[in-house]
C-alpha cells in the first residue's frame, strides 16, 4: 500500500501567516519565536477540494442567477438581532469572540434556550460539562425544556449527531478545543482550527442550517488561531466590557448579510446580560456640580446615535516633553486636533499635558467627535465651564474649518430626547426647519466654535 503523503508547512502561531521554510521572526505581525511547523493533513486524492461554501457550479451569466429574500429569524434578543443585521440568516456561519468571562457563553446560552422555543437548536459545548451548562442555566432561570446538548469535542461526531437532529442553529463552543482526525495536530492549532472551520462552514452551507462558532483571542485582543478563520465565516462579532465591568458591548466587525459597526448593549446582572434598550442614558451620568473640560457629543453607532461624555484635563508638563492622553480615542487624532487648535485657535499648548477620555468605555471609531474634543480640551485650559445643557458634533479639519457628519438632524433629535436645549455643530448640520427645544449653532471655523462658547 502506498504511503500517504502528508503535507507540512510553517505557521505562525500568533497571526497564521505562512511561510515556505522556518524563520526567527513573523514580518506579519512582529512577533519573534511564534513559526511552528505544522502538518497540514494529507492532500486529497481528487487533487482538488471544494469551496468553503461546500458545493461547485458551472460558470453563469449574472443575470441568470436566480435571487432569493433573505428570510431571517430572530435570536430572541433585540440588541443582538440588531448586531447582526436582523437577526439570523439560515446557512450563515457566525463567529463571536471576546475575552475570557465577557460572556460568550452566558449570552448564546441565554439566546439558545429563548430560540429554541420556536426551532430545533443544537448547543455543542467542547470546554464545560453539561452539568455545569445545566447549573448556569438554572441560575439565570432559563426554560430548558427544548434546547438540544451535546459534550463533543470530535467534528465528524458533531457533524454527524447535527446531520442526524437537523437544528435549525448549531452552537460550537468553542472552535479552538475542536478537532478533526484528518489532521495529525493538536486542538487549537493553526491547522486543527482552519480545518474545523471548514468542515462546519461547509456543512452550514449545505444545509441551511445557522452556525454559531466561540472563538478565543489572543493578549492583542484579536482572534486566534488562522486569519483563514475570519475571511471564511459571514460575520464576526466582537463582545467586549467596559471598563468598570457593568456593561458588554456587542460590535461586529464584519457582516455579508447587514451594517459592520452596529453596536449592542447589554449589563451584566445575577440573571445574565440584559439588553440596555437606552444605551445613552448609561453614558450621561454625570454629576450635579459641572466641572471644566466635559462636554456631551454625539456619535453615530450604525444605525443609531448614541450620546457619550467626553472629559479633557489640561495641565502644565512637569517632565520635560509633554503627555498627549487618550482613552477611547484615536491618539493622532487627538494629536491633529492640538496642532489645529494651535495653529487657528490661537491656543498654544506646547508646554501642557493634555489627556482625553471618553466616559464608559465607549471607544470613538468615526470623526464626529473632532470638535467636541478640541471644545473640552479648550474649556479645560481655560478652566471654564461648559453648560450642561450643551450638545457637540462636527469633523474638525486640518486649515481649521468644521465639515458636517453624517445624520445631523438624527442626532439632534436624539439630544432634544435627554433634556439637551443647545447645540455647537457644522453649519451644513445646521437644521432648515427649527427643532422644538432646541436652539442650534452652526458653524463654519473653529474660531467661530471658540467664540460660540
Request: aromatic share 4%; with cysteine; net charge neutral.
Amino acid at each position: 500500500m502506498a504511503k500517504v503523503k502528508v503535507k507540512t508547512g510553517f505557521v505562525c502561531s500568533d497571526c497564521g501567516a505562512t511561510y515556505p521554510k522556518w524563520q526567527g521572526h513573523c514580518s506579519a505581525c512582529d512577533a519573534w519565536s511564534t513559526i511552528k511547523e505544522v502538518r497540514l493533513g494529507p492532500e486529497p486524492r481528487s487533487g482538488r477540494r471544494d469551496g468553503f461554501a461546500g458545493t461547485t457550479s458551472p460558470v453563469t451569466l449574472l443575470k441568470d442567477v436566480q435571487f432569493t429574500d433573505e428570510h431571517r429569524f430572530s435570536s430572541g434578543s433585540e440588541e443582538f438581532d440588531r448586531v447582526l443585521g436582523g437577526g439570523f440568516v439560515p446557512g450563515s456561519v457566525i463567529l463571536i469572540g471576546g475575552d475570557p468571562g465577557a460572556g460568550k457563553s452566558t449570552i448564546l446560552l441565554q439566546t439558545m434556550c429563548h430560540a429554541a422555543a420556536s426551532r430545533e437548536v443544537l448547543y455543542v459545548s467542547g470546554e464545560e460539562s453539561l452539568q455545569q451548562i445545566a447549573g448556569r442555566a438554572r441560575r439565570l432561570q432559563l426554560p430548558l425544556d427544548r434546547v438540544k446538548m451535546l459534550a463533543e469535542s470530535s467534528v465528524e461526531r458533531v457533524l454527524e449527531a447535527a446531520e442526524s437532529e437537523r437544528p435549525a442553529v448549531v452552537v460550537i463552543d468553542s472552535i479552538q478545543v475542536m478537532q478533526s482526525a484528518v489532521v495529525d495536530a493538536a486542538p487549537g492549532g493553526v491547522s486543527q482550527v482552519r480545518e474545523s472551520a471548514a468542515a462546519f462552514t461547509c456543512f452550514a452551507k449545505t444545509s441551511g442550517v445557522v452556525l454559531i462558532m466561540v472563538g478565543h483571542v489572543t493578549k492583542d485582543q484579536s482572534l486566534a488561531g488562522p486569519m483563514t478563520l475570519s475571511h471564511m465565516v459571514d460575520t464576526q462579532v466582537m463582545l467586549s466590557s467596559t471598563e468598570d465591568a457593568r456593561y458588554r458591548l456587542m460590535r461586529t466587525t464584519k457582516n455579508r448579510f447587514g451594517p459592520v459597526n452596529e453596536l449592542g448593549v447589554f449589563a451584566m446582572t445575577e440573571k445574565g446580560l440584559r439588553e440596555v434598550k437606552n444605551p445613552s442614558a448609561i453614558f450621561l451620568s454625570r454629576t450635579e456640580n459641572a466641572a471644566p473640560g466635559s462636554l456631551i457629543s454625539v456619535l453615530w453607532e450604525g444605525t443609531r446615535p448614541l450620546l457619550v461624555e467626553i472629559q479633557s484635563l489640561v495641565v502644565s508638563a512637569q517632565y520635560g516633553s509633554p503627555r498627549r492622553l487618550g482613552i477611547g480615542l484615536d491618539q493622532n487624532r487627538i494629536a491633529m486636533v492640538l496642532a489645529v487648535i494651535n495653529k487657528h485657535g490661537g491656543l498654544v499648548l506646547a508646554d501642557q499635558d493634555v489627556f482625553v477620555n471618553v466616559v464608559g468605555g465607549i471607544r470613538v471609531l468615526e470623526t464626529s467627535a473632532d470638535l467636541a474634543v478640541a471644545l473640552a480640551i479648550v474649556s479645560s485650559f481655560r478652566n471654564s465651564v461648559l453648560p450642561q445643557d450643551l450638545l457637540v458634533f462636527g469633523e474638525v479639519g486640518l486649515s481649521g474649518e468644521i465639515r458636517p457628519v453624517s445624520n445631523g438632524e438624527s442626532r439632534l433629535k436624539e439630544g432634544v430626547k435627554h433634556g439637551f436645549t443647545r447645540a455647537i455643530v457644522p453649519k451644513g448640520n445646521a437644521p432648515k426647519k427649527e427643532i422644538p427645544g432646541m436652539k442650534v449653532v452652526g458653524v463654519t471655523s473653529l474660531s467661530e466654535a471658540l467664540d460660540a462658547i
